[in-house]
């Protein structure tokens, strides 16, 4: 699991690329920055809900404080922690 605790700043925004129907859920750094793998379709907010369980693992913090400020539809999004 990738460890994104010195990104747990209140008031930070995070942004990330999202794959989904990955062959497992992961998040990883790179140079083009924060993509998250996720198992699940892009159906009905599914894929959304995956991104947050697994980015909050990721930071360390509740899901709650995490909000999605941009991309809801996309893959490309922006989650702001609260």
Do not use: W
């Not at 690329?17 to 599914?46: C, D, F």
């Amino acid at each position: 699991m990738t460890d994104l605790s010195h990104l747990a700043i209140p008031g930070n925004e995070i942004a990330l690329r999202v794959t989904p129907k990955a062959s497992r859920n992961e998040i990883r750094v790179g140079e083009e920055g924060l993509r998250a793998y996720v198992t699940v379709v892009p159906e009905n907010g599914k894929a959304n809900a995956a991104v947050v369980k697994l980015l909050a693992k990721a930071l360390g913090v509740a899901k709650s404080r995490l909000t999605l400020i941009r991309g809801e539809t996309a893959r490309d999004k922006v989650f702001r922690l609260d």
